[in-house]
């Protein structure tokens, strides 16, 4: 069975940083590409950051990029997200999410999700 569990998140004060970790398991996620998205309650779900099964190509909303940075562990089946200067904005639930068919802003690309870890940004 294919799971992504996703970690860290928590609540913290504007300005702060987290890191999310998201793991999969199940099945071998190296040649897949991997994305983190977010959704507040009652609102679409926003695409955040991507980056390549190789890790040569990344992708950042523009609302995150210079703050937020993503990364794949050594063993390729971890995804890392991590979150600088962070703004009561970026509160959200945070989703892991993994595709066999391309990096993408678009949500219908990825086949696989993790059940989501709630960030919370205090002013």
């Known amino acids: 069975q294919v799971q992504?569990?996703?970690?860290?998140g928590g609540l913290v004060q504007a300005g702060a940083?987290?890191?999310?970790?998201?793991?999969?398991?199940g099945r071998t996620f190296s040649q897949y590409d991997?994305?983190?998205?977010?959704?507040?309650?009652g609102k679409e779900r926003d695409f955040v950051?991507?980056?390549?099964?190789?890790?040569?190509?990344?992708d950042y909303a523009d609302s995150v990029k210079g703050r937020f940075t993503?990364?794949?562990g050594n063993a390729k089946n971890t995804v890392f997200l991590q979150m600088n200067s962070l703004?009561?904005?970026d509160?959200?639930?945070?989703?892991?999410?993994?595709?066999?068919?391309?990096?993408?802003?678009?949500?219908r690309q990825y086949e696989y999700w993790?059940?989501?870890?709630?960030?919370?940004?205090?002013?």
């Open 4 to 8: 992504l569990a996703e970690s860290g």
């Open 17 to 25: 940083f987290l890191k999310l970790s998201c793991a999969a398991s």
């Open 34 to 41: 991997m994305a983190w998205f977010r959704q507040v309650a």
């Open 49 to 58: 950051a991507a980056i390549s099964w190789t890790g040569g190509f990344l």
């Open 70 to 72: 993503i990364s794949r």
């Open 87 to 89: 703004r009561p904005e």
């Open 91 to 107: 509160t959200a639930v945070y989703y892991c999410a993994a595709s066999g068919g391309g990096v993408s802003r678009n949500i």
């Open 114 to 123: 993790g059940q989501g870890t709630q960030v919370t940004v205090s002013s």
